[in-house]
């Protein structure tokens, strides 16, 4: 029996549907009709096609204000999906909640993604009535959270810190914006084993992160505890969190194959 190219199968319409949804992958939020037309080389009334029947089944809506579109709930449901098949969230689901349980504080298992890094599966504690939601699916800045400093200092050839601007954006008054001192926190970072974010991300809220492993001994991903910076204080994180962190990111690797 000779087997066809799959090339041969594909629909021209699902694909151009397809086109439509990978236009919204960069740092576009929006577009409208007329720009999805230019950029796919597709007659207005085809765009308009195509998104009716995307927003009919959810994977596409419109802001009503703009009149522009958008991914739509579909996306983040499929997205999740994904991600639920994902070793690295499979081992460190248990995991997490072990540990936001240990250290009554918000956890999170994050990717580098791109020019930055994206929690992936989280986990609260039920105890605390003042908490922080860790920010799943959003990305983090490199160079001021926890979990960006991790792949930072670690990354074995130093190309994703090249990656890094010229200017490093200050998003508060603590933000390390000066690439010399910056340099000098990754190398406390590679001594101690983790990473600390004493709000220069976000004000009022501190992080700590170590990276996690796999049978390839490179780091995938990484771990994180967040919380208020008035619990998440310099000895506590010393004494307590980091510990735990440390241990708990020792085993995702370990889950991962990787042997120290």
């Keep these: 029996m000779v087997r066809r190219d799959k090339t041969n199968y594909v629909i021209q319409s699902v694909a151009h549907a397809l086109d439509v949804l990978e236009q919204f992958f960069g740092d576009v939020d929006e577009l409208g009709v007329t720009e999805l037309s230019k950029r796919l080389k597709l007659h207005k009334n085809n765009v308009f096609r195509l998104l009716a029947t995307l927003e009919a089944r959810s994977y596409i809506e419109q802001n009503k204000a703009t009149e522009n579109y958008r991914l739509g ?7 999740r999906r994904y991600i639920h098949h ?3 969230v499979r081992q460190a689901r248990p995991i997490l ?12 298992v994050a990717i580098l993604r791109r020019d930055g890094v994206v929690p992936l599966e989280a986990a609260e504690p039920e105890d605390r009535a003042v908490r922080i939601t860790p920010p799943v699916g959003l990305t983090l800045p490199l160079h001021c959270s926890a979990a960006g400093k991790v792949h930072l200092a670690f990354d074995p050839e130093e190309q994703l810190r090249s990656t890094l601007p010229e200017n490093l954006r200050r998003y508060t008054d603590r933000t390390i914006v000066d690439r010399a001192l910056l340099a ?5 970072v590679v001594r101690d084993g983790y990473a600390t974010d004493t709000g ?3 004000d009022e809220v501190n992080s700590v992160a170590v990276p996690i492993r796999d049978y390839t001994r490179m ?6 505890v967040a919380g ?3 619990r998440l204080a310099p000895e506590r994180i010393t004494s307590e969190i980091a510990p735990a962190l440390l241990e708990a990111g020792g085993e995702v690797s370990r889950r991962l194959g990787y042997n120290e």
Excluded at 184 to 188: C, D, I, S, T, Y
């Design 73 to 79: 709930i579909k996306c983040l449901l499929l997205g």
């Design 86 to 88: 994902m070793g690295l």
């Design 97 to 108: 909640s072990d540990l936001a349980r240990k250290c009554r504080e918000s956890a999170y």
């Design 184 to 188: 000098e926190q990754l190398q406390a």
């Design 200 to 202: 220069e991300f976000v």
């Design 219 to 224: 780091v995938v991903g990484s771990l994180a």
């Design 228 to 230: 208020p910076t008035y």
